[in-house]
C-alpha cells in the first residue's frame, strides 16, 4: 500500500520557520515528481511548490518564491518545504503529492499528481 505521511507542521509566530517532511512507503518515487500543495479553509487546494526527481527543474508558485524551498533525499524517500518567512497568509493545510508518471517535469496541477497524504496542519500566528 503506498503512503505518503507529512509531519513537521505546527503553530508559529509571523516571521518563524517550519521545515515540513514527507516520507513515502510502499513503492520509490525516486524517479517522480513531487510537490507540496496547501489549502485554507474556504479555499480550494493550491499548488505550492513541485520538483523533478533530480532537482533539476523546481517551481514555486510566486508568493513563496524566496521564502520556501522544496527539496527530497531519493535515499530516503523523503521530500522537504523549508519555510521561512511565515506569514498568516501561510495558514493552511499542506498536501504533499506524487505523480506517477516518470518525467522531468514537475506538474503545478493537483489533478496530474496520483498520490496525496493526509495533510499536515500550519498555522502562523499575526
Known amino acids: 500500500q503506498v503512503q505518503l505521511v507529512e509531519s513537521g507542521g505546527g503553530l508559529v509566530q509571523t516571521g518563524g520557520s517550519l521545515r515540513l517532511s514527507c516520507k513515502s512507503s510502499?513503492?520509490?518515487?525516486?524517479?517522480?515528481?513531487m510537490g507540496w500543495f496547501r489549502q485554507a479553509p474556504g479555499k480550494e487546494r493550491e499548488f505550492v511548490a513541485a520538483?523533478?526527481?533530480?532537482?533539476?527543474?523546481?517551481k514555486y508558485v510566486d508568493s513563496v518564491k524566496g521564502r520556501f524551498t522544496i527539496s527530497r533525499d531519493n535515499a530516503k524517500n523523503t521530500v522537504y518545504l523549508q519555510m521561512n518567512s511565515l506569514k498568516p497568509e501561510d495558514t493552511a493545510v499542506y498536501y504533499c503529492?506524487?505523480?506517477?508518471?516518470?518525467?522531468?517535469?514537475?506538474?503545478?496541477?493537483?489533478?496530474?499528481?496520483?498520490?496525496w497524504g493526509q495533510g499536515t496542519q500550519v498555522t502562523v500566528s499575526s
Open positions: 503529492a506524487a505523480r506517477a508518471v516518470i518525467t522531468n517535469l514537475p506538474p503545478i496541477h493537483p489533478d496530474e499528481y496520483d498520490y
Open positions: 510502499g513503492r520509490t518515487f525516486s524517479r517522480n515528481p
Open positions: 520538483l523533478s526527481w533530480n532537482e533539476f527543474n523546481v
